[in-house]
């Protein structure tokens, strides 16, 4: 039977978007092409239709999740996003939730196309946070915001991995996530 251009591009785009959750859950190396594809619900053969390899999906995958961790947190003020991102929630929410915190060390391991998604999600991430920040700062002072962006995602992302690496009733995983949370809003609410 065959499938219009439009149902092929739906299919497409819904193994993507799988892939994106599979991978943020269990990591590249966790999920294999056959996984993947049944839990799309299509075969394992029709893979190769649709990307010419895993790699591939790997990266248009990371850009899909980027993506989405970017768009989730659009309407979130400073405050609001440090408190969910930085929520026992989100970080059992592996597969829901930011890509980079689940995939950052994986994208470490791959290949220079998929390292190259993660550079253009991060400073995708860095520009809409200096948007939403409202500031405006002149020439000389741009290094200094964007370095100050730069330090919050790094230790918000940092916190959520080293929390997600404790055992899940673990007291410390609790204590790292409210530590940074508070060091973070300190340092928000300073002119």
């Keep these: 039977m065959k499938v219009s251009k439009a149902q092929a591009q739906a299919n497409r785009a819904h193994i993507v978007e799988t892939a994106s959750q599979l991978f943020r859950e269990r990591g590249y190396d966790g999920v294999g092409v056959a996984d993947l594809m049944a839990a799309a619900g299509f075969t394992h053969g029709g893979f190769y239709k ?8 790997m990266a248009e995958a990371a850009a899909c999740g980027l993506a989405q961790s970017s768009g989730s947190t ?5 405050t609001a996003f440090i408190d969910r991102y930085l929520s026992r929630e ?3 929410a592996r597969g829901s939730g930011c890509t980079l915190a689940a995939l950052g060390a ?3 391991r791959q ?8 550079a253009e999600g991060i400073e995708r991430m860095l520009a809409e946070a ?5 500031q405006t700062p002149d020439e000389s002072d741009q290094h200094t915001v964007r370095a100050a962006k730069i330090n919050a995602i790094a230790q918000a992302v940092g ?16 204590e790292v996530l409210e530590t940074c949370r508070r060091d973070l809003h300190a340092r928000s609410s300073k002119p």
Excluded: E, Y
């Design 50 to 57: 649709h990307f010419g390899s895993k790699a591939d999906l």
């Design 74 to 78: 659009a309407d979130l003020d400073g």
């Design 90 to 92: 989100h970080r059992d």
């Design 106 to 108: 994986d994208a470490a």
């Design 111 to 118: 290949s220079p196309a998929i390292k190259a998604t993660f």
């Design 130 to 134: 200096l948007a939403r920040s409202g």
């Design 159 to 174: 916190a959520l991995m080293l929390s997600r690496a404790c055992p899940d009733d673990s007291p410390l995983a609790d």
